[in-house]
């Protein structure tokens, strides 16, 4: 059964990041006193510190796009990270921890094998063009090793995350919007829709509905797609074997069509999802694929017991660092990195802290 205490249930954070200072600077945030807050969960939070046991944190971008790019102003707030500021991310990531690649410090942890103190492993979900356009360029520069998942059935196809496709009908007039029963109790008088900020909330609140339910009200909507992206949004066969070759990238599956992993998923539809995704992107990056990263975080029972069957490990959405004692290598927690609460160094480690 998919139940949402499932999804909760993922590890439990460091023995650090559970303490009342953890709460304390967390409603620090929502108050006047963020900046202090923010500089002192940067300079003194888990990332820091020294540690008994091996810890790993997982961060998780997914695009990387500079302002001036066009797909910029269509996408929500939390999913970019400008080039620049990665960059700088990853050079402080330098000066605090051990950079790895996610498969070897699982392999090195499944043999035993001696792990560094703070292990950072870096991540990206679905597969952007933009990844290979902006971000494996800085990885070489930087010589830092990631992970990308991808979803198999999407790459090298013009196809369209609903969200994406959500913020180009967005763009149409208002009145056309307002004519769509389903979509109209999610829009404000007097709020452009298209802003990013509305587009977040109006994803937000289109989630609690089956990604089917989600694709035949898109598909209604399809005459008012007069703005459809002509570039591709995710990168192709060639751009994902490149980076995979480059020996800089490891490959890991994201499903084969982004569904979320819930229980209204037909079984069948879940069991092509886990197994046809790593059995094309194998074949087509000739490599083995052994881990995996849930659709938006979503994840049910019958889920989770397939995937300790075809996969070694698998990554989540849930905030948290990694530790070596209590360690479920299938509900691995990560940090989510995206601009608004990163182009800093102050609030770029006052993430890595995850206190705030
Ligand atoms: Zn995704």
Not at 139 to 149: D, P
Not at 258 to 279: C, G, N, T, Y
Not at 303 to 328: C, D, H, M
Not at 330 to 344: A, K, T, W
Request: net charge negative.
């Amino acid at each position: 059964m998919c139940t949402f205490p499932v999804k909760h249930s993922v590890l439990p954070m460091s023995p650090m990041s559970a303490t009342s200072a953890s709460r304390t600077f967390r409603n620090a945030a929502k108050s006047v006193i963020r900046i202090p807050a923010e500089w002192f969960a940067a300079r003194c939070g888990p990332h820091r510190m020294g540690s008994q046991e091996p810890q790993l944190w997982i961060l998780m971008y997914h695009r990387i796009l500079p302002k001036t790019d066009p797909r910029y102003a269509l996408e929500e707030p939390g999913m970019i990270v400008e080039p620049e500021t990665f960059k700088l991310q990853l050079q402080q990531l330098k000066r605090l921890f051990t950079i790895v690649d996610l498969n070897e410090w699982l392999e090195a942890k499944t043999s035993n094998s001696e792990l560094p103190s703070r292990a950072c492993a870096i991540t990206f979900d679905d597969g952007w063009l933009d990844n290979y356009e902006y971000a494996f360029p800085i990885l070489k520069q930087e010589n830092i090793r990631a992970t990308l998942f991808a979803v198999s059935d999407m790459i090298g196809t013009n196809r369209q995350f609903w969200p994406n496709q959500l913020s180009h009908l967005l763009q149409n007039d208002p009145n056309d919007l307002m004519e769509m029963d389903w979509l109209r109790p999610y829009l404000i008088s007097g709020e452009p829709p298209s802003n990013r900020e509305s587009l977040a909330r109006i994803i937000n609140e289109l989630k609690h509905f089956p990604d089917n339910q989600l694709s035949d009200w898109l598909d209604s909507a399809q005459n008012l797609f007069t703005q459809q992206q002509t570039k591709p949004a995710l990168m192709n066969w060639e751009q994902l074997r490149e980076m995979a070759d480059s020996g800089l990238v490891t490959v890991g599956s994201h499903t084969c069509n982004h569904f979320r992993l819930r229980e209204d998923l037909p079984l069948e539809v879940l069991e092509a999802e886990l197994s046809e995704s790593k059995k094309k992107l194998e074949a087509e990056l000739s490599r083995e694929i052994s881990l995996f990263c849930y659709p938006n975080g979503d994840l049910c029972e019958a889920a989770l017991k397939r995937i300790t069957e075809i996969y070694k490990a698998a990554v989540t959405t849930q905030t948290g660092i990694n530790s070596s004692s209590e360690f479920n290598p299938y509900q691995l927690s990560r940090i989510g990195i995206h601009e608004d609460r990163s182009n800093s160094p102050r609030k770029f480690q006052s993430r890595l802290s995850t206190w705030l």
